[in-house]
């Protein structure tokens, strides 16, 4: 089992960053491949970047390439997400998500991440 915290959420006026982290406990987290997934109002939870096990492979949604950085650190069982640039139709609630992958795997399907947090919301005033 592995339980995964978010935090950094918040509102922001567009163009403007914030930073997401997400905490890991319970299990051997450079076991896994993990993921930042959102979810809109009234939409459904869309892939927004992906990092293997070692940090040494991502990739990113085409909406956030160049604006967004996934990043993790091993050693304090973390993820980011730095988000620069923001746009209002970056608003929503932000998911990571831990799947049990090794090599360069690394999915963009939410179905294939066995675990997630509770979310952290994220608003983009214009």
């Known amino acids: 089992q592995v339980q995964l915290r978010e935090s950094g959420g918040g509102l922001v006026q567009a163009g403007g960053s914030l930073r997401l982290s997400c905490a890991a406990s319970?299990?051997?987290?450079?076991?896994?491949?993990m993921g930042w997934f959102r979810q809109p109002p009234g939409k459904e939870r869309e892939f927004v970047a992906t990092?293997?096990?070692?940090?040494?492979?991502?990739n990113y949604a085409d909406s956030v390439k160049g604006r967004f950085t996934i990043s993790r650190d091993n050693a304090k069982n973390k993820v980011y997400l730095q988000m620069n640039s923001l746009k209002p139709e970056d608003t929503a609630v932000y998911y990571c998500?831990?799947?049990?992958?090794?090599?360069?795997?690394?999915?963009?399907?939410?179905?294939?991440?066995?675990?997630w947090g509770q979310g952290t919301q994220v608003t983009v005033s214009s």
């Open positions: 319970g299990r051997t987290f450079s076991n896994y491949a």
């Open positions: 998500e831990a799947g049990q992958y090794g090599g360069y795997y690394k999915p963009e399907d939410s179905k294939e991440y066995a675990y």
């Open positions: 990092i293997n096990w070692s940090g040494g492979s991502t």
